[in-house]
């Protein structure tokens, strides 16, 4: 028997790159092999010298097709073997190696919005829902709009296999969160990328009340006024942060030495989502506090009380690359920490 690979990679759209996928038919026994595509078509390379390769980065059982088929997330790389350079899980992957003996953990909060057409999930065709207050962890069909389609995404990134640890509704109706982690860069960004394509991927199946199928924006602001937006807080510990409450201080310091690096890099639009209001701080002021959802960085409760732990960088966007975010997170805290 012949089993399908459907075969995953980030594309080179800016300024928010895009996932693409195709599908291969192979041998049984055979592994998934280097493979790949059109780079015109995908922003990735001009027409006359248009190979791209697709290096297998993590296989997984595919929860969709289900049987022996698997989703293959890969790396794109030039011809001659190196990385394409709109790859950035090779610098995640550099900089997780460089400070491996810290060992970096991270816990991504993906935030999404559902659209029906043009309008948020639930949404009235004219004017807009109650005021946000009662929708955040909601119950009721007055509340809570596809909630088929996220505990339908949330099996399956458990059949796939992927660590994903959570999902909740958010304050904004149609908006929701699944988290993964805690686990290591570069793997957290691979296992982000194949959620967010599974996400994506059942979505199609599922239709409004309108009969229109469902899609999933990851837009930091999709709707503009008093809605709040959508972020992907990247929570994440080093060894020495799990042990003692100084370095996660000093960790947050050193993310108040880099903020505006770490802003440019945190997705496109983050001026409209970090407003100071829906609970973000500016994009142009660093802070860090214990508890409070109004910093650019938290320091949970729980860490002060026991001492030692984990920090939440809430800054990034719903749409950004979390093989960057990661990966910047590693070279300023463990950076830092290495002077
Ligand atoms: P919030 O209260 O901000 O909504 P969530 O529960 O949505 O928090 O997400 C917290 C995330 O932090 C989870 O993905 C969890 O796995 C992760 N996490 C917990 N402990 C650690 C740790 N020591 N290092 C990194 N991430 C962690
Ligand atoms: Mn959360
Ligand atoms: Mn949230
Ligand atoms: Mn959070």
């Known amino acids: 028997m012949s089993y399908i690979a459907e075969y995953i990679w980030v594309d080179g759209t800016k300024p928010t790159a895009k996932l693409r996928s195709k599908a291969r038919i192979l041998d049984d026994g055979a592994e998934a092999p280097i493979w790949g595509f059109d780079g015109s078509s995908t922003n990735q390379a001009p027409g006359d010298a248009s190979d791209v390769v697709l290096k297998p980065v993590l296989v997984v059982p595919d929860p969709i097709r289900g049987g022996d088929n698997v989703l293959v997330m890969t790396e794109t790389l030039l011809t001659d073997m190196t990385p394409h350079p709109t790859n950035t899980r090779a610098g995640c992957a550099a900089a997780a190696e460089k400070y491996g003996k810290f060992d970096t953990w991270f816990g991504l909060e993906q935030e999404y919005t559902f659209f029906e057409g043009l309008k948020p999930l639930g949404w009235p065709d004219n004017g807009f829902p109650a005021p946000q207050g009662g929708y955040y962890c909601g119950v009721g069909a007055d509340e809570i709009f596809g909630r088929p389609i996220v505990d339908t995404h949330m099996q399956a990134c458990i059949d796939a296999g992927l660590h994903i640890s959570g999902i909740n509704a958010e304050v904004m109706p149609g908006q929701w969160e699944f988290q993964i982690g805690p686990v290591t860069a570069p793997r957290v960004a691979d296992e982000l990328w194949l959620a967010r394509w599974l996400l994506y991927r059942i979505a199609e199946d599922f239709t409004g009340d309108s009969g229109v199928a469902v899609s999933v924006k990851l837009a930091p602001k999709p709707v503009p006024g008093d809605w709040n937006g959508a972020g992907c807080h990247t929570n994440f510990s080093t060894k020495q942060m799990r042990g003692s409450f100084d370095a996660c201080i000093a960790a947050a310091e050193a993310l108040g030495t880099k903020h505006d690096l770490h802003i440019k890099n945190y997705g496109a639009g983050i001026e409209n989502r970090l407003t100071g209001a ?20 938290r320091i949970p409760w729980q860490v002060e009380k026991d001492g030692k732990g984990y920090i939440e960088d809430r800054r990034p966007n719903a749409n950004c690359d979390p093989y960057t975010v990661t990966r910047l997170i590693i070279e300023t805290v463990c950076g830092a920490a290495s002077k």
């Open 278 to 297: 829906h609970e973000t701080a500016r994009y142009d002021k660093f802070s860090y506090g214990v508890s409070n959802r109004g910093a650019s960085v």
